[in-house]
């Protein structure tokens, strides 16, 4: 099956997948994008956990406090449907509390799929230094800001 990403986007919600479970695509801007499955209803925006009950490339919003985000899907995705998560570059429209601060290191909350950012401390470092540094660009907006994945 071919998938043309310049044409198909990333913005789609599939029955089956397009390309292979966990395959990275790489946009013309550079952002680079995974094929995952949802292990559950995923809204527009979500930091994303790996959801192993599931299975291997099966993800659900982030829930507690604390867990590692490995990307963000910025579509909607029902239960055991097929999309895309941004795992490196910058997109607007995540998830995040009210009060974030442009360049700060970004974290879940106990709030599905919604990072804040954080003070790293011995609690959390080993939760941030095992997942992509996800830095906020932008201050929050309607619940959303722009952030930068690497």
Known sequence: MSYDVTAEGVAVQYDAAPIPLGAVITLPNGNRYQCIKAGAAIAAGDAM????TEGVFNFAPTAAAD????????TALADNKVGFMLVWGTQAGAKCAATIVVGKPLMPTGTA????DITIDAENAGQLA?????????TTSGGLATVRLS
């Open 49 to 52: 956990l790996q959801d192993f």
């Open 67 to 74: 867990t590692v985000a490995l990307g963000i899907c910025f």
């Open 113 to 116: 799929g919604t990072l804040d």
């Open 130 to 138: 095992a997942g992509p540094g996800i830095v906020a660009v932008t």
